[in-house]
Nanobody, 124 residues
């Protein structure tokens, strides 16, 4: 019903930058909070950054504060993650997450949706 598709991952050298994008599509009435999470091999999935729908303050993991910036374009149902000064320890699969109010035949329901993930690899 609702899908999230990430793009923008890849291989970059330490100190470099990448910009991830995540576009939502489907029977969307509205999107609440959106966020990025990551999971490195052998480690649990962890929060990277979240952003509300109402212009409130964004939330960042301490490990990425000052280097990563989350933003969203509500008209495009898209969330971005600008990643600067990348470090090898940032290497992981990055997942997009969104709280979506979906509508079908005037029936509304809240869904938590995950993307399929995009690989980010930072070489030293």
């Amino acid at each position: 019903q609702v899908q999230l598709v990430e793009s923008g991952g890849g291989l970059v050298q330490a100190g470099g930058s990448l910009r991830l994008s995540c576009a939502a599509s489907g029977n969307i009435f509205s999107i609440k909070a959106m966020g990025w999470y990551r999971q490195a091999p052998g480690k649990p999935r962890e929060l990277v950054a979240t952003i509300t729908d109402g212009g409130g303050p964004s939330n960042y993991a301490d490990t990425v504060k000052g280097r990563f910036t989350i933003s969203r374009d509500n008209a495009k149902n898209t969330v971005y993650l600008q990643m600067n000064s990348l470090k090898p320890e940032d290497s992981a699969v990055y997942y997009c997450n969104a709280g979506v109010v979906a509508v079908t035949d005037r029936n509304y329901r809240y869904l938590e949706v995950w993307g399929q993930g995009t690989q980010v690899t930072v070489s030293s």
